[in-house]
Structure formats: C-alpha cells, structure tokens
C-alpha cells in the first residue's frame, strides 16, 4: 500500500512539473511577442532650440586637439552628422561613450562630441578614454545656440547640414531612435506612432 501511494505522488508530481513547464513556456511566448509588438520609446524631444527641418546653425572652430571642426552645414563625406552634448562629468555621458563609438562605426556616422567645463575634468575624461573616430569640441557657444539644457542630448543632420531629429539620448534605444526617425522620415518614434493611431482612427470612421 505504500509502494502503492509513493507511485502514485511520484507520478502526481511529474504532472504537475510538466504542468508547470507548459504554463512558464506559454508565459515566455507572450512576453516576446509582446516585446515584439513594443516600439521602444524614442529620444525625448524639448521644445527649444532650431527645430527638426531646419538648417543647423554653422560654426567654424578647432576641436580639443586644435585641428578645424565644421559643425553643421554640408558634409563632405555625403554622411550623416551626429552632434552629442555631453560633459566629462556627466555619468550617462560617459555610459553612452562606448556605445557612439560602436554606432558610429557600425552606421558610418560622422559624430562629435560637445562639451563644456574645466579644462582638468576634459584632460581626465580623454585620458581615460579613446576618441576613435570621434572627434571631441569645447564650446559653451554651441550648446547655446541650440539652446541644450539637458544631457546628453544628440541632435542628428543630414548631409547638407538639416536637423533630422533630435532629443535626449540616456540608452542605446534613445540613440537607435534618433536614426529610425531620419530612416522613417518623422521626427521621432512618438510621432511615428501617434501618426500610425490618426490613420487607424480615419480608417474607423
């Protein structure tokens, strides 16, 4: 008769072990595809500065190594232009660091680095860090014309020297989310989305 009951538990719980793996295989399956069916928040847009169409204000200055840094205006390469506000003392600035480099390589972009503060706290962030392809500007000056009040904050151009989109840029989906608005030809993914609602809404009506 024991023989008998432990059998019988053993295989109750073989049961419900399988029971539970179905349950668990079901629940992964629907957070992929709702992942799937998410599209990320984009880059956060603010209200100031040149607007998205417009043509990006021109400077002619040196970067920290003193070589000529054009920003805005047409590219020579025929590239897309990133322009990054940051600060060497900004921890998501420098998080984000490793992940310009790999988007800059990887999407044949042109960026630059914008900062501003003491001279020590650059001479240790570039110490610590290696440009690439990147090239790296202190100017205050810029950051005001564009009217930046919080970092980082990337502003995308195209080839002749018009803003395509902007915003703040705390991930790597806020930064993918500056290129897909340029691909897509909105200004960000909200407006992508919000545009995608209007015309499900008219086709109801």
Not at 97 to 116: G, H, Q
Request: glycine share 8%.
């Amino acid at each position: 008769m024991t023989l008998q009951i432990l059998i019988a538990s053993n295989i109750l719980l073989w049961l419900c072990l399988i029971g539970l793996g179905l349950v668990t295989f079901g629940l992964l399956r629907q957070v992929g595809l709702l992942h799937e069916r998410s599209a990320p928040m984009g880059a956060m847009i603010t209200d100031h500065g040149p607007d998205i169409g417009d043509l990006a204000p021109q400077f002619d200055l040196v970067d920290y190594f003193n070589q000529p840094a054009r920003i805005g205006g047409e590219n020579p390469k025929g590239r897309l232009s990133l322009l990054m506000f940051t600060a060497p003392s900004c921890p998501v600035c420098e998080k984000m660091f490793p992940i310009l480099k790999s988007i800059a390589d990887a999407e044949r972009l042109d960026v630059t680095l914008i900062s501003d503060g003491p001279a020590d706290e650059h001479e240790r962030f570039l110490a610590k860090h290696r440009l690439g392809s990147l090239r790296y500007v202190v100017s205050a000056e810029v950051g005001m014309r564009f009217q930046v009040g919080k970092i980082p904050y990337g502003v995308l151009l195209d080839s002749s020297g018009v803003i395509r989109s902007k915003g703040l840029v705390n991930t790597r989906e806020h930064l993918e989310s500056l290129l897909e608005a340029d691909k897509t030809g909105f200004a960000s993914l909200q407006e992508l989305i919000a545009d995608y609602k209007d015309k499900a809404a008219v086709r109801a009506a």
